[in-house]
């Protein structure tokens, strides 16, 4: 099946998801090549869902006795995010590349936004780690609206876009990476029978409990804070070289472009919880959550 988006460009459905074509060839490379090892760690994410924030966080934890010692000359202080965790569809396999991945050094960190059941497969019985953050499907719509009316990628750049169009899309369901909630309940399901371990977050409670959250992810992938790191402030000095205030006046992050091809600016704007209020009439609201819940319902995951 196919649809149009709002420019005309074509969209295909692969696998349960929505694409653009360039996309669907980068997961077949990706399916066709990738090598997953035990030690793997993967960050998934619908996109505008924190993605930028749980690679920088994944990043600092797993190595985090690397540079605790000189932490002025730490990768996240002179690169983006995106370039430390690089996605696999959306820039590892691009363009028909096949990336020698064999001589990083363990564990690899990657980043992706396809489903569970098309990661899956290509993960052969690996038993690496997933880590998939979730967002309020009205702030990752919002934020998405935000990112695409600037996103540097010429051929996605939609200057006048009305939101109301935006919400319509997620209605239907035919957008990039969409429908939301089939994304999360592929997700959610997977945390439940674990076939790979997996560990469900959430953007808001990341916002609401850093600390907390924080320790989870590290507990999740094997690299606990000893109670002498949580003594001295490790978590703390995490939580804030990865914060949006910090990393979005870095430099590097106001001028660069990512190996995706996307201005690193484009990933920071307000952050934080509600902006939907803002461009969401509440009748959009009550759709966009209804539709979410009546997916979700048997899983029983509730949207606050
Ligand atoms: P807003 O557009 O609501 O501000 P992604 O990283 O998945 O592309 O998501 C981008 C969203 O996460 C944007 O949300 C961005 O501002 C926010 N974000 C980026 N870096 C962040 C950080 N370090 N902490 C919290 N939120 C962050």
Redesign the pocket.
Known sequence: PSEKDSTGKTLYNYQGSWYYPNTIQSILNFQKYFEARDTDIILA?F???????LK?LAFAVVHRNKYAANLVSHPLLSDNPHNLVRFLEADLYVNNQRPDLKELSSPRLFATHMPFQTLHESLRDSPCKVVYVCRDIK?AL??RW?FIRKLVKKEYLYSNYPVEEMVEKFIKGAYSFGPFQDQVLSYLKESLVNSNPLLFMRYEEMIEKPEAQVMRLADFLGCSFTEEEKKSGTVENILEL???SN?SNLEVNKTGTSTCGIAHHA?????GVG?WKNHLTDDMAIKLDEMVEKKLQASGLKFQ
């Open positions: 994410s996109p505008k869902s924190g993605t930028t924030w920088a702030d919002v934020s935000h990865c914060s949006l990393l990933f920071f704007r307000k952050g902006d």
